[in-house]
C-alpha cells in the first residue's frame, strides 16, 4: 500500500523545493538495523539523500543500498555477547542491571546522534523508537521533523492485545490497554531524567514531559505521523489506533541481483531436498553447544537435512562435525530473501524480521521465543492462521517434529 510520508501535500505532491536530506536513526542487532536500510533504499530510489547512523559492523549492508553510513562508536554484536546482557535477556535483576550498566553508553550515543546531525543538517529525521529517542530533542534543535518508527506495536496504547514487551496472553480491553501504558510509562521514566539533562546542557533546551519521549517532533507542534513497519495480516490496524498511525508492511531487503551464495552452500542445496533453516539470529545461547547437540539430535531424530545459520552465538558451529556435511550445512548468517526460498521450513528465534521472511515466502515456522517482543509474533503467526508453531523454550525444539 502507498506510504503516507510528512513532507507531502494532499495530492502527494512535495512541499520541499528538491530532495531532502533524510537521517535515519537506529540500533540494535541487524534485524533492527536491515529494515531500516531497506527504507533508507526506497527513499534512495525516490531522490532523497540518506544517511543511517547506527551501531558499528552494518556499513556493507547501508552502502549496498547507496546510502551513508555513520556508524556510532558502540559494537552492538560484542555487548550483546557478554556475559552481563545475556543474563540480562534471562533475568528481571539482570536487565536492572545492565540498564544501570549501560548510562554511561546511552549518553556517548546522544553525543554521537547530535554531533552526527550537525553534520548531516537534515530536513527529515526518521528514528527507530526506541532505539534512536535522540532524533526528538534533536528535530527540535534544528527546527525540523522527527518521525517515529517501530516494527512492533509497542510504543501506542491498544485494547486490541497486550503490549508486546509483557509475555502475556489477551487481558481483556482495559488489562490490555493498561499493559501499554504500563511497559510505555517505565521506558518513559527510565529514560526520561538522563535525556532531560541531555537536552539541557548540550542542547540548551528545556524538559519536556516523560510522554512526549514517545511522540516525534514538528516544528509547529502538530501532530506528526507515526510509522510502524509490519504486516496488517498479522496485526490488524486497532480501532482504536487514531489518523497518525500508519502500518506501511515489514520492509524488506532482498540481496544485490549478483549477489552470489558461497560455492558449499550452492552445493549443499543442490545435491538434495530442501533443508530445514535453523537460527536464533542475534540471540545469545547460555550453552550453545548444549542448544546446538538439542537441535542436531532433533534433525537426526527426523532424518532432515538443515542449514544452521550460528547468528551472534546462539548455535555453536564446531559441534555441527559432528553429523556429515551431507547433512548440515554451517554458516553465520545468508541473506533471508535468497535461502529461505529455497528451504523446507523455517525454525527460529521469532525476532519480527525473521518472522515476517519467513511468512513472506510461505515457509513453515517454527518459532522458540527467547525474550522481548518474541512470544508476541508467536502468538499473532497462531492466530493469524498461518502455517507455525510457537514453542516457550528453546529445549523443545527435539520434541518437534522437524
Known amino acids: 500500500m502507498p506510504v503516507r510520508w510528512p513532507g507531502l501535500d494532499g495530492a502527494g505532491q512535495s512541499l520541499y523545493p528538491g530532495p531532502m536530506r533524510i537521517l535515519i536513526l537506529t540500533l540494535g542487532s541487524r534485524g533492527d538495523v536491515q529494515p531500516y536500510a531497506a527504507l533508507g533504499g526506497a527513499l534512495k530510489a525516490r531522490g532523497h539523500d540518506v544517511t543511517l547512523a547506527t551501531g558499528q559492523g552494518f556499513e556493507g549492508m547501508i552502502e549496498a543500498q547507496g546510502l551513508v553510513a555513520a556508524p556510532l562508536t558502540d559494537d552492538v554484536r560484542r555487548m550483546i555477547q557478554t556475559p552481563e546482557m545475556q543474563k540480562a535477556l534471562r533475568t528481571f535483576s539482570g536487565k536492572v542491571q545492565a540498564w544501570r550498566a549501560s548510562k554511561g553508553m546511552f549518553r556517548r550515543q546522544l553525543d554521537e546522534m547530535w554531533a552526527i546531525a550537525r553534520q548531516v543538517q537534515p530536513d527529515l529525521i526518521a528514528y527507530h523508537h526506541p532505539k534512536g529517542l535522540a532524533a526528538q530533542s534533536i528535530a527540535e534543535a534544528l527546527g525540523i521533523i522527527a518521525i517515529p518508527t517501530a516494527l ?161 552465538g546462539g548455535l555453536a558451529a564446531g559441534i555441527a562435525d559432528d553429523l556429515t556435511a551431507a547433512e548440515v550445512h554451517v554458516l553465520e548468517t545468508a541473506p533471508h530473501a535468497w535461502l529461505f526460498p529455497r528451504c523446507s521450513a523455517v525454525v527460529h528465534h521469532g525476532g519480527a524480521g525473521t518472522t515476517h521472511e519467513g511468512l513472506r515466502w510461505g515457509r513453515p515456522s517454527i518459532l522458540c521465543p527467547v525474550f522481548g517482543d518474541q512470544p508476541f509474533w508467536g502468538r499473532r503467526v497462531l492466530q493469524a492462521g498461518y502455517v507455525g508453531i510457537a514453542l516457550l523454550l528453546i529445549a523443545l525444539i527435539a520434541a518437534v517434529v522437524l
Open 152 to 312: 512492533i506495536p509497542a510504543y501506542i496504547p491498544t485494547s486490541a492485545f497486550p503490549s508486546p514487551g509483557l509475555p502475556l496472553g489477551d487481558l481483556g480491553h482495559f488489562g490490555n490497554r493498561m499493559s501499554h501504558r504500563a511497559v510505555v510509562g517505565l521506558m518513559s521514566r527510565l529514560l526520561a531524567g538522563q535525556i532531560g539533562a541531555w537536552r539541557r546542557n548540550s542542547l540548551g533546551l528545556t524538559t519536556r514531559p516523560p510522554r512526549d519521549l514517545f511522540a516525534g517532533h514538528h516544528p509547529e507542534r502538530r501532530p506528526v505521523l507515526r510509522l510502524h513497519g509490519f504486516s496488517r495480516h498479522l496485526v490488524p490496524l486497532p480501532a482504536d489506533w487514531g489518523a497518525a498511525e500508519e502500518i506501511t508492511g515489514y520492509w524488506f531487503s532482498d540481496p544485490p541481483a549478483d549477489w552470489q551464495p558461497p560455492e558449499d552452500l550452492a552445493r549443499f542445496l543442490e545435491t538434495g531436498p530442501p533443508p530445514v533453516y535453523v537460527g536464533f539470529g542475534s540471540m545469545p545461547a547460555e550453552d550453545a553447544e548444549h542448544l546446538t547437540r538439542t537441535v542436531l539430535e532433533a534433525l537426526k531424530m527426523a532424518g532432515r537435512r538443515a542449514v544452521l545459520a550460528t547468528g551472534w
